[in-house]
């Protein structure tokens, strides 16, 4: 299974800008279709955006306009820009490989949004 890391998150003011970036150790990165879900507390794990291989991406319809997923392939990364924040943000955001039937998830990154 590829090793998932992400980083980029913490504490920013309602109205700005986060970025987070999730590695993928795996040599046939450019194979897998990647993801970026959260969690909020007493909360279950939802999807806010994905990304294909051919850079087709999706969005959940609270991020849209937002938030810009992309991807790297020669550096195995994918990136989450995340703009105009809001406290309902607030989430462990979780990164997610998926290989055809496998998949692989990252440890999560706290992201708090508040005054």
């Known amino acids: 299974q590829a090793q998932v890391v992400e980083s980029g998150g913490g504490l920013v003011q309602p109205g700005g800008s986060l970025t987070l970036s999730c590695k993928v150790s795996?040599?046939?990165?450019?194979?897998?279709?990647m993801a970026w879900y959260r969690q909020a507390p007493g909360q279950e794990r939802d999807l806010v955006a994905q990304?294909?291989?051919?850079?087709?991406?999706t969005y959940a319809d609270s991020v849209k306009g937002r938030f810009t997923v992309s991807r790297d392939d020669t550096k195995r990364t994918v990136t989450l820009q995340m703009d105009n924040l809001k406290p309902e943000d607030t989430a462990v955001y979780y990164c997610?490989?998926?290989?055809?039937?496998?998949?692989?998830w990252g440890q999560g990154t706290q992201v708090t949004v508040s005054s």
């Open positions: 990304i294909t291989t051919r850079r087709t991406t």
């Open positions: 997610k490989a998926t290989l055809r039937e496998s998949w692989s």
């Open positions: 795996s040599p046939y990165f450019n194979m897998f279709t």
